[in-house]
T-cell receptor
Framework: KNQVEQSPQSLIILEGKNCTLQ??????????LRWYKQDTGRGPVSLTI?????NTKSNGRYTATLDADTKQSSLHITASQLSDSASYIC?????????????FGKGTKLSVIP | DGGITQSPKYLFRKEGQNVTLSCEQN?????MYWYRQDPGQGLRLIYY???????QKGDIAEGYSVSREKKESFPLTVTSAQKNPTAFYLC???????????????FGQGTRLTVV
């Protein structure tokens, strides 16, 4: 069964600190992996998309890594800000016949406190 | 502004009633999707459409119906057959299928449906 597991479920950090969120997946065949940020009560917004050949991708203070061999990804947030408080969702896309579907993780809820 | 718009933001439904959620996009995207989000769960696909006048069931289509008469519009009807309709509904669109390399899926701001 195709699954995406994220950890931790929730995280509280002080403003200015760094943090790393984890994503493990069993989706196969793999096409790409995405990280989204979702503010409470809003739609998800894309942070990064990586294909199997990409190891790392940055978007400002957000850096995503991908190890397609171990099927693991991480999202590193540098110098956190209060506005980073949100849920971060890892999403994996299938390739091939099932290619119109995305498999979503349950998300990591990040709270940045002053 | 280009984007994807969902309305209304909040919707209340009495048991036994059908309700329709609106989703409009001006991004000229071919594909559109409806997802349901429940607390503590990942998004689940209800229906998707790759082209006008065609749509496919997702993982949890029972109790829902859609139409795709125009490229820009993909309304979702929550019927009385949906036993647990209270949820946050998200519409998305993309240029092509989401399998395509680096094809982005853009989401609307969601509609929160509550059964009263």
């Amino acid at each position: 069964k195709n699954q995406v597991e994220q950890s931790p479920q929730s995280l509280i950090i002080l403003e200015g600190k760094n943090c790393t969120l984890q994503c493990n997946y069993t989706v196969s065949p793999f096409s790409n992996l995405r990280w989204y940020k979702q503010d409470t009560g809003r739609g998800p917004v894309s942070l990064t998309i990586m294909t199997f050949s990409e190891n790392t991708k940055s978007n400002g203070r957000y850096t995503a890594t991908l190890d397609a061999d171990t099927k693991q990804s991480s999202l590193h947030i540098t110098a956190s800000q209060l506005s980073d408080s949100a849920s971060y969702i890892c999403v994996v896309s299938l390739s091939g016949a099932g290619s119109y579907q995305l498999t979503f993780g349950k998300g990591t809820k990040l709270s940045v406190i002053p | 502004d280009g984007g994807i718009t969902q309305s209304p933001k909040y919707l209340f439904r009495k048991e036994g009633q059908n309700v329709t959620l609106s989703c409009e996009q001006n991004l000229n995207h071919d594909a559109m999707y409806w997802y349901r989000q429940d607390p503590g769960q990942g998004l689940r696909l209800i229906y998707y459409s790759q082209i006008v006048n065609d749509f496919q069931k997702g993982d949890i289509a029972e109790g829902y119906s859609v139409s795709r008469e125009k490229k820009e519009s993909f309304p979702l009807t929550v019927t009385s057959a949906q036993k647990n309709p209270t949820a946050f509904y998200l519409c998305a669109s993309s240029i092509g299928g989401t399998h395509a390399r680096n094809t982005e899926a853009f989401f609307g701001q969601g509609t929160r449906l509550t059964v009263v």
